[in-house]
T-cell receptor, first 109, second 114 residues
Framework: GQNIDQPTEMTATEGAIVQINCTYQ??????LFWYQQHAGEAPTFLSY??LDGLEEKGRFSSFLSRSKGYSYLLLKELQMKDSASYLC??????????WGAGTKLIIKP | ETGVTQTPRHLVMGMTNKKSLKCEQH?????MYWYKQSAKKPLELMFV???????ENNSVPSRFSPECPNSSHLFLHLHTLQPEDSALYLC?????????????FGPGTRLTVL
């Protein structure tokens, strides 16, 4: 079966760095997405990785290792507005997105 | 108007009611999706349309009936729902079904079935 695993909840301090991990087992792989979803709002796109390595975009970076079925989202210089759920999703062999349950990130002052 | 819009934002209905959810995208995309989001569960893909043709129906009960009259509009018709159908229903669109198919989401309809 297809499976995406990520921690249910994480807590971090304002100004710090946090890494959210995602492991996956899917039938085929056509890229991995990270989305941010604030409570009561729509998910919004953060990053896309299809090749191994690190993609940096401002305070956010995303890493992929296809051989390990592993990705992480790295958030630096955390701000209170970063409190949200972070969703990992893998595009499978049919280009359908398989979603994780999301990681709720709580930022404390 | 930009992005993906959904109406209504909130809906409360009884199990014998019939209602419809509407989604409209202003991005010129060719693929549209319906998802169900329940608390602490992964997004569940319900239906996919590509160029107005349904390409996926992930074992969704027949009490949910999609309609896609054109590439910009998508409906989800609801009838005789059950309380366990209460959830956030999200519509999304993407340029196509293939390749880097970043999906753009609407704000969702929060559905409560009494």
């Amino acid at each position: 079966g297809q499976n995406i695993d990520q921690p249910t909840e994480m807590t971090a301090t304002e100004g710090a760095i946090v890494q959210i991990n995602c492991t996956y087992q899917t039938s085929g792989f056509n890229g991995l997405f990270w989305y941010q979803q604030h409570a009561g709002e729509a998910p919004t796109f953060l990053s896309y990785n299809v090749l191994d390595g690190l993609e940096e975009k401002g305070r956010f970076s995303s890493f992929l290792s296809r051989s390990k079925g592993y990705s992480y989202l790295l958030l630096k210089e955390l701000q209170m507005k970063d409190s949200a759920s972070y969703l990992c999703a893998v595009s499978d062999s049919n280009y359908q997105l398989i979603w994780g349950a999301g990681t709720k990130l709580i930022i404390k002052p | 108007e930009t992005g993906v819009t959904q109406t209504p934002r909130h809906l409360v209905m009884g199990m014998t009611n019939k209602k419809s959810l509407k989604c409209e995208q202003h991005l010129g995309h060719n693929a549209m999706y319906w998802y169900k989001q329940s608390a602490k569960k992964p997004l569940e893909l319900m239906f996919v349309y590509n160029f107005k043709e349904q390409t996926e129906n992930n074992s969704v009960p027949s009490r949910f009936s999609p309609e896609c009259p054109n590439s910009s509009h998508l409906f989800l018709h609801l009838h005789t729902l059950q309380p366990e159908d209460s959830a956030l229903y999200l519509c999304a669109s993407s340029g196509s079904l293939a390749e880097h198919n970043e999906q753009f989401f609407g704000p969702g309809t929060r559905l409560t079935v009494l």
